[in-house]
């Protein structure tokens, strides 16, 4: 008996890493799955229908079950059918795992038009494209408990200086999963992303990560870390978590905090003049501004 026996889900970016690790995951609890993977370089290019169908293939054999399939998600109308297919192959279709990614890493003033289009078109138009055709069948099918899970990043959510491309689509992301939540609460869907850290190949190129040990050695960092807060959203025991994001890695599982007013100046007259306006916003928003964040560089001395 799993925890999800006779649930359906479709995982992109599930032939390697993370997305993998979640494929397992989710079979080994009883969930039917999808395996998609296009089978691209850590850059986007290639193609190779072998990731997703080594990783179904393992998972059959462990006496689960799964199915291998190698759209490209960035193909809108290619999406629409991987919907169809693994609704009509899984039987059903209640949770929807965004987890395909690339990266094309640069400073901002130098980034080719190409870089910073690629992975938008994969991260942020990849996760729209399923996530619209996903949610277009979830409305036709009431009753169900559906789960949206995407994938975000700390690169984003604190602003990684050498991924602006990939920040920014992480960081919309985030934006397409809360209106989500909003949105399709009503339909049975609950929406909520994920910021992972796990040692892939994704992460074997990061230089200088301070003390972090991303080798296959540090099991702290295995992307079977990640598996246990997303099975749990693919459960219908996360019925109350809806537009949320989760950090999930290094031996953590963080509820990370949504945008609030963290502090604020209000004018009795309803306007500002210049003078006050500089004046209150440091003695009101300095001291709460000043804090670190994990690319902070230690000060020079
Ligand atoms: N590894 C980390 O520490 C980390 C940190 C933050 C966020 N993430 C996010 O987690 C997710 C998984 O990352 P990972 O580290 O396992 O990466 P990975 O490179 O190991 O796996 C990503 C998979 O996505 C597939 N893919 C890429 N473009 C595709 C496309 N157009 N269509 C279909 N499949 C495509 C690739 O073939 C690859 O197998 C990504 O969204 C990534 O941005 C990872």
Redesign the pocket.
Known sequence: MGVLDGRTALV??A?????AAIAEGLAAEGAIVMVS????A?D?SGHDTG?AETVATAINERGGKAFPDC????DFAACADLINRAASTLGGFDIMVN????LRDGMVFKMPEQDWDSVIA??LK?TFNLTRHASAWWRENRGGQYRLIN?T???GLQGAPSQPNYAAAKMGIVGLTFSCANALKGYGVRSNAI????G????QGIKGGGSMDYSAANQRLS?ANVVPPVVYLASEQSDWLNRRVIFAGNGRISLMSNPVVEREIVSSSGTWDIPTAFAEIETSFKEAVLYPNIFDKPSAS
Not at 15 to 19: E, K, P, S, T
Not at 71 to 74: L, N, S
Not at 99 to 102: D, F
Request: hydrophobic share 40%.
């Open positions: 992109t970016g032939g390697r890493g993370i997305g993977d296009a089978g691209v850590v986007g990731p759209t490209d998600i960035t987890a395909a990614g690339i994969v991260h990849g994938f990043s700390m690169s910021a992972p850290i796990a892939t190949r994704m992460t992307p």
